[in-house]
C-alpha cells in the first residue's frame, strides 16, 4: 500500500465512506483526522475555515491546501496514484467513467440524497440547509425512476461502464447501500442492478469501508 504525505477529513457518511473505498481500492494510506458530522462539526467556524463549503470529506495536503468535493478529491488522487484506475487510463476511458458518474449523480443519487435529507433526516439537517420536505416523495420516486433506467442501460455489464470498475460504481453503491436503510431500497425487478449490487457488497472494500459510527448511527456510512 502506497503512503502518501496528507489527512482525509474524514466522518460517518455516505460520501466520506466512498473516499475511503476510493482509497482501498486503489491501495492508497493516508491519515484520517475524525469530524463528529451528527453534531455538525463541519458547520463549525473551525472546519468552515478550511472547507467553506461545509462538505464531508475533504483532504488536507501537506502543503494546507484543502482539496473539497468527494469526486474533485477522487480525480486529484488518481492523477498522483495512477494505478488501478478507477477512472480510467486513456482519454476515452476517463471521459467515460466522469459521463456515467455524473449520470448516476444528476438521475440517482442527487435525488435519493435530497428525499432523505427532507424526509428521515428532517430534524438533523433542517437548521443547516434549506429543506423541502413537501418535495421529498418526489424526489424518492425520481431516484427510483433513475435506478429504473440505469437498469435498462447495464445489459449484461459486470459494472456501469462495462467489464471495469471505476468511480461511477462507488459513488453509486455507497449512495444505494445507505438508502436502504433510509427506505429507498432499490426494486428487486431492477435484476441488472440488483446483481451489480451483490457484485460491489462482496467486494473487500465494501465492507471495510464502513465507518466505525455505522452500527450506532443504524445507517450504512
Known sequence: MKEFRMKVLNSFGPNPRMLRMFLLEKNINVGFVE??????????????????????????LDNGMVIAETVVICDYLEEINPEPALIGKTGEERAEARMWNRRVEQKITENIYAG????????????????????ADGFKAAGQ???????????????????????ADLVLYCCTDFAAGVGQ?????????????????????????????????????
Open 116 to 135: 432523505f435529507r427532507f424526509a428521515e433526516g428532517l430534524k438533523l439537517f433542517e437548521n443547516r440547509m434549506r429543506c423541502l420536505p413537501e418535495a
Open 185 to 221: 431500497s432499490i426494486d428487486i425487478n431492477l435484476k441488472n442492478i440488483t446483481a451489480w449490487f451483490s457484485r460491489m457488497e462482496s467486494r473487500p472494500s465494501s465492507a471495510e469501508s464502513l465507518h466505525p459510527a455505522s452500527e450506532k448511527v443504524g445507517m450504512k456510512g
Open 145 to 167: 425512476d433513475g435506478l429504473a433506467w440505469l437498469d435498462e442501460q447495464m445489459h449484461d455489464n459486470q459494472f456501469i461502464c462495462g467489464d471495469r470498475i471505476t468511480i
Open 35 to 60: 469530524h463528529d458530522l451528527m453534531a455538525a462539526e463541519n458547520r463549525q467556524e473551525k472546519y468552515l475555515g478550511k472547507n467553506p463549503g461545509g462538505q464531508l470529506p475533504a483532504l488536507e
